[in-house]
């Protein structure tokens, strides 16, 4: 419920009358205010400058309008309106701080009007700011509710930068690129060479490559280049590179998914591997701690119990090369109970009992779980879901490919999630990016591809150089 709370109307109000609040400044608080007021100063936002330079400061407007919160909400309260404010800053807030904002009344002038002494002191006792206001007072008693504002989602993840920063740790991967003849195919190879994640291998028509990169004004010069012009021939020839072991990974360029996949499935000459086949987004979403992971949204249409069994497997996997220690899979159909009319709820259940019996290892499975209650713990607790992986599930399996593919681009386009993916089950992570994914995707994509090698190289996932030290 919300807090009531009531104004001082110029008649009850009196001089000496003092009111104050508290607040710790955080990261949050600096981009908002940036975005509010258009100043960039590097100093004033987290991040921005070198760590020699210095703890970020709090923009000293920001921390003066803290001023206007006590005077507009606390004494006089609701409806009162600034006239005159003037301030002298005398010390800096930084980030972790809490500050006392305090005001008293000094004067009451001329009907409607009232003076204000302010200050605003650091936890140490250090005077930051004092300064004077003379505010027009309500003249009305009201009671009002404390605003609940809108949610504001800030960026104050990179999962995938993680990821990028952890693969430089390791040799470039040989991978051979299929048909990166257009802008984003070929722009997101050269970025992940230029990283240090790739050590590519182009395989397409070798006059559209050149061209791409005329118009790229990038030199593929030292890049080893294969001239198959027909899309076909070409995933054939990328696929026999790999079983030569020429390459470690093949990364989809500009040739549609199908064309590829025929290559990669065939019974003789393919690089099927032990278990069926299917895509893991990996998900930045701002608004989660951690990387979400979707599947399957792009390879198995409708997936029968079997074939759920091998995707969960698959997603619990690519989570534990990157470094998830023990993955929570949510289960996902329209409702959370079992429902013998709805056929996504009798697999979501039998999958999580074949977790608890060891058929699906590495995770924590459980099932049926709507999306609401997967993912967020106040929806699973309104619901009286209960178990560990209720509103804090890391891997979602999607009843369908078209489910996923919705869930993935609804994430994408209105969550403004960054989406990495790969297809797992081959004997070597595939790279099936879209046609329309940027070069951050495809970066992202070559150090899930990176992470995944060396799990299954080394039987565990590969730690950051300062948690390996």
Request: glycine share 8%; hydrophobic share 50%.
């Amino acid at each position: 419920m919300a807090e009531r709370r009531f104004n001082t109307p110029w008649d009850e109000l009196s001089a000496g009358q003092t009111a104050r609040i508290e607040r710790v400044v955080r990261a949050q608080d600096l981009l908002v205010f940036a975005h509010a007021s258009g100043n960039t100063n590097p100093l004033t936002l987290p991040g921005a400058m070198a760590p020699e330079a210095g703890e970020t400061v709090a923009p000293s407007l920001w921390v003066g309008s803290l001023v206007s919160a006590v005077l507009g909400t606390v004494l006089p309260g609701a409806g009162t309106l600034y006239r005159v404010q003037n301030f002298r800053f005398l010390g800096r807030a930084h980030i972790g701080d809490t500050l006392s904002i305090e005001i008293r009344c000094t004067e009451k002038l001329e009907k409607p009007f009232a003076r204000f002494e302010t200050r605003v002191v650091r936890q140490d006792g250090v005077l930051l700011l004092d300064g004077e206001a003379e505010v027009q007072v309500p003249l009305y008693k009201v009671e009002v509710d404390a605003a609940e504002l809108p949610t504001l989602v800030i960026d104050q993840h990179d999962h995938f930068g993680a990821l990028i920063k952890r693969c430089r740790q390791l040799e470039p991967m040989p991978t051979v690129v299929v048909c990166p003849d257009d802008n984003n195919a070929l722009a997101g190879a050269l970025m992940a060479r230029d990283e240090g994640l790739m050590k590519p291998l182009f395989v397409g028509n070798a006059a559209a490559i050149h061209k791409a990169a005329e118009a790229l004004g990038a030199d593929i010069a030292g890049i080893p280049l294969f001239d198959v012009p027909d899309h076909v021939e070409a995933a054939a020839k990328s696929v026999a590179m790999v079983l030569a072991r020429e390459a470690r990974a093949i990364m989809k360029g500009n040739i549609h998914s199908d064309e590829l996949l025929a290559q990669i499935v065939k019974k003789d000459g393919g690089l099927r591997g032990s278990r069926r086949l299917s895509h893991v987004f990996a998900m930045d979403v701002p608004t989660l701690d951690h990387l979400l992971f979707i599947s399957d949204a792009a390879i198995n249409i409708a997936p029968d119990l079997a074939c759920k069994v091998d995707i969960v497997q698959n997603a619990i996997d690519l989570a534990l090369a990157c470094g998830i220690s023990e993955p929570k899979v949510g289960v996902l159909a329209a409702v959370e109970t079992v429902n013998i009319n709805m056929p996504a709820t009798l697999d979501a259940a039998a999958l999580s009992k074949m977790a608890e019996r060891g058929q699906i290892r590495g995770g924590i499975v459980d099932g049926p779980l709507a999306m609401d209650n997967a993912i967020d713990r106040e929806a699973a607790r309104t619901k009286g879901i209960k178990g560990v992986v209720a509103g804090q599930a890391q891997v979602l399996i999607v009843p369908n490919l078209e489910a996923g593919n919705m869930l993935a681009k609804e994430l994408t386009f209105a969550a403004r999630a960054e989406a990495a993916g790969l297809v797992v089950g081959a004997k070597v992570p595939i790279m099936l990016t879209s046609r329309a994914d940027n070069a951050r995707a495809r970066l992202a994509s070559t150090a899930l591809a990176m992470l995944y090698d060396y799990w299954r190289a080394r039987g565990g996932a590969l730690e950051d150089a300062q948690a390996g030290a």
